[in-house]
């Protein structure tokens, strides 16, 4: 086997390229930054357009406007400029604009530490718009991820024409990583479908309440509108009640009834065991070890990797965690993604690990919380 | 030509509002351009000005309070065949100014038309950027505590090539807008306008004073001499194709033996500037040329060339799980700041773990081997410590031997840095055990 050694962060980049991601806009931020730094090195001459904003809220602006010319775009920052693009997410979510959104999460609170991991946004990237609309959420663990998940991201925005986060941290995007290349399992590519050609077009209109309108892009010869207001099929702002409901409905209907289609994750079931460890990014990493590890001891554990966190694949995580009686939850954030667990399985015994001071949880603190019982 | 107006939907502006005028002037200017619709898109801000892209039968994007310029360069760089032309008022040329001074200093073809009626109509007539001190508006006495804004002024000093300054009862504004809109590069036109459902409540203002006003101030008519530039999107585009195709990332086959069989763990400790995080990139590529795999983790600071530096490499034979290093096979003491960030570790090392020690470095007591190497007897300065110290690790025959680092040295580096890097490890003494 021959490998290549690249970084998380390039990953993406090049995963965005093989995307057919053609337009970049992004503002530097520790730990992104090298997101943009590939992008401007891969995107010109392949005919793509790659600009730094004059801040983070001009970049998603950007992508936006390109987005709805009909290019693949996609935006990276980390947790403060996710801030700044919260009013542009809502916009996204609720006009129906395709894009990839990576957020490198950094220590937080606020400025926090830009050379430290966390997994502490995880919430915020969920519920961070106004509205409160659902959203995609991919989380990489490693460097292979990093390049096969944002072609996934892509596919999903295109599909249901709504922005889609890559959640990468610290330790995975500035982590260099051997990545064999060629062996890596890509998925077709998708692209939004256009609607169809007989007019008079309805830039909204959804062939049914659970499904996505077919796009055209703002600049081809039939007229298309976009806008951030409360709109009907016609994108024309309305104050119907009834129209209103039903497109709110649609919104959300759109992505909860395909969660089967949205999920990623890799499961590691043992049959004798009893707990089942469930986490996410590059703790999950840890989480292996100690899956490893107990196979070794002939002590098994499950464990159940996501890499969809929302909406949060409910069928998938109840039927991994049907035979076992505990359930240990562990994630690089005060106490975030536990809470949906508990959400879904109340009748089982849910543990939880979490830390958030800029290291990693190591698997000896996982087997600590494993072996309390 | 046909109006491009929207018969179904006509302009809903306050009897009187000076936007209304500007549509049917809109509509002129497009009509005498001899455009068909789909060539145009106008992008509306929010506000009475974001009322715009509804009246006409063009693309249309209304976007958020003070970004539409963001998304018209979005559109315009995708498509560089549209006029794109964004409606904004008072209000959202304040909120989003950095916007404004981005759009001047870019030049990329837009033509941004600023209505402007000295307050926010829509929400109830509080102050903007240009309000007149001395108004009287629904934000009682906050305007007079503040200096209003001459957008032509601040746009002409950031580089816009374009900027005109009129009132929107101007005889001949429809050829105007036409002038701006066909102008290419960035343009501004600060259409001043009555605002009657707001500010004209309180406050006296008609044509009259409006044309007076304007005549004091220094006269802004289009193209401004000292501004005129190639366009942004042009200039991308030529700069753009003269870019490298960028290759595939290196493929490296294995070609050699690591010296040890299991997983090997090595912590560099150094500083910044001592290219840690680049010795660091080389030990994993010597890695690879064995058939191995690889992490490598760093930690630093926010600081550039302060501050401690340090790497933690992995290579292992097997899949690699967890990136951290719990007992390292070798530890690189290069710099002492590194050594204080993990100060700890020393104590927990077991006697088998080898610690390459730079003389001058002191490191806490422990168990482990120590081997002593002097670089600075050698000659060999601070930003090729890291490397010189894998060269060492090699000659030991620990983690990678010569001919992986040699390798590593190949695919890393080229022309002088490959031969003075070779040289390096070529010169570099192993030091010796204490």
Request: hydrophobic residues 40%.
């Amino acid at each position: 086997m021959a490998y290549s050694l690249l970084e998380g962060n390039e990953a993406i980049a090049r995963g965005a390229i093989a995307a057919g991601c053609r337009f970049y806009a992004g503002y530097p931020i520790t730990p992104a930054t090298t997101i943009y730094h590939t992008m401007l090195n891969l995107l010109p001459s392949v005919d793509g357009i790659c600009l730094q904003g004059e801040d983070e809220i001009a970049s998603i602006g950007f992508c936006l406007g390109a987005s709805m010319a009909g290019m693949k775009v996609m935006t990276a920052t980390s947790g403060p400029g996710i801030s700044l693009y919260s009013e542009n997410i809502s916009f996204a979510l609720g006009s129906e604009i395709p894009i990839v959104i990576v957020d490198v999460q950094r220590l937080g609170p606020s400025t926090g530490s830009a050379t430290r991991g966390a997994d502490g946004d995880i919430n915020f990237l969920r519920w961070g718009n106004s509205g409160g609309m659902p959203v995609i959420v991919l989380a990489p663990v490693d460097v292979n991820d990093c390049f096969t998940l944002t072609i996934q991201a892509f596919n999903l925005a295109e599909k249901f024409r709504c922005p889609v986060f890559i959640a990468s941290n610290k330790e995975i995007g500035m982590t260099r990583e051997s990545i064999d290349l060629d062996g890596l399992n890509l998925p077709d590519l998708i692209k939004r479908t256009p609607a169809p050609s007989k007019p008079p077009f309805r830039p909204f209109q959804a062939d049914t309440a659970q499904t996505v309108p077919g796009f055209l892009p703002i600049g081809d010869s039939v007229l298309v509108r976009q806008t951030s207001s409360t709109h009907g099929p016609d994108g024309y702002i309305t104050t119907d009640a009834d129209e209103i409901a039903r497109s709110q409905e649609r919104l959300k209907a759109k992505l909860l009834s395909a969660v089967d289609q949205l999920t990623f994750h890799e499961t590691f079931k043992r049959d004798d065991a009893d707990t089942l460890l469930i986490s996410y990014g590059v703790t999950a990493r840890a989480a292996k070890a100690v899956f490893n590890e107990r196979d070794r001891q002939g002590k098994p554990v499950s464990l159940l990797v996501l890499k969809t966190l929302w909406p949060v694949p409910e069928p998938l995580i109840r039927q991994v965690a049907q035979s076992v009686k505990r359930i240990v939850v562990v994630e690089m954030n005060m106490g975030q993604y536990v809470r949906e667990i508990k959400r879904i399985l109340p009748e089982k015994q849910i543990d939880f690990l979490g830390q958030m001071d800029g290291r990693l949880i190591r698997p000896a603190q996982i087997t600590e919380v494993i072996d309390s019982e | 030509m046909n109006s491009f107006l929207n018969a179904e939907r006509p302009p809903v502006f306050c009897p009187g509002c000076t936007h209304e005028r500007i549509t049917h002037t809109l509509d002129h200017a497009f009509q005498n351009m001899g455009l068909a619709g789909h060539q145009i898109v106008i992008v509306s801000d929010i506000g009475c000005s974001g009322l715009f892209d509804t009246f006409f039968h063009t693309h249309a994007f209304h976007g958020l309070h003070g970004r539409a310029l963001t998304y018209a360069a979005g559109l315009k760089m995708a498509r560089p065949e549209l006029k794109v032309v964004v409606t904004m008022g008072d209000g959202g040329q304040g909120i989003g100014g950095a916007h404004l001074l981005a759009a001047c200093r870019r030049n990329l073809d837009l033509t941004l038309l600023i209505l402007n009626n000295f307050n926010f109509g829509m929400t109830g007539g509080q102050f903007s950027a240009t309000t007149p001190p001395d108004a009287q508006l629904g934000s009682g006495f906050l305007n007079r505590l503040e200096r209003p804004l001459d957008i032509c002024e601040v746009a002409r000093s950031a580089g816009a090539p374009y900027v005109r300054r009129c009132s929107g009862f101007r005889k001949n504004l429809a050829e105007e807008i036409q002038g701006a809109i066909e102008y290419d590069g960035f343009s501004v036109m600060d259409i001043w306008g009555i605002c009657p459902g707001r500010y004209t409540k309180k406050n006296r203002l008609n044509t009259k004073m409006m044309e007076d006003a304007l005549a004091k101030l220094p006269a802004l008519e289009g193209i401004v001499a000292e501004n005129i530039r190639p366009e942004y999107g042009q200039q991308y585009r030529k700069m753009a194709a003269t870019q490298k195709k960028v290759g595939r990332p290196a493929v490296i086959k294995a070609q050699h033996q690591a010296p040890q069989t299991g997983r090997q763990e090595v912590i560099l400790l150094g500083s910044a500037g001592q290219r840690v995080i680049t010795a660091g990139e080389i030990l994993c590529i010597a890695g690879l040329t064995a058939g191995l795999r690889t992490t490598q983790k760093n930690e630093y600071n926010i600081t550039v060339l302060r501050g401690p530096s340090i790497s933690e490499l992995i290579l292992s034979p097997e899949e690699i799980d967890y990136t951290g290093i719990e007992m390292p096979s070798v530890v690189i003491a290069l710099d002492p700041e590194g050594v204080d960030r993990r100060r700890s570790l020393f104590k927990r090392l077991e006697k088998d773990v080898l610690v390459i020690q730079i003389s001058g470095v002191t490191i806490p007591a422990g168990k482990a081997r120590i081997h002593l190497v002097d670089l600075k007897d050698q000659g060999i300065k601070g930003t090729d410590r890291a490397l010189a110290s894998l060269a060492v690790l090699a000659k030991l025959k620990k983690v990678i031997r010569p001919e992986m680092l040699e390798a590593a040295l190949r695919i890393r580096f080229k022309g002088k840095v490959l031969k003075s890097s070779l040289e390096l490890m070529d010169r570099v003494k192993i030091g010796q055990w204490v």
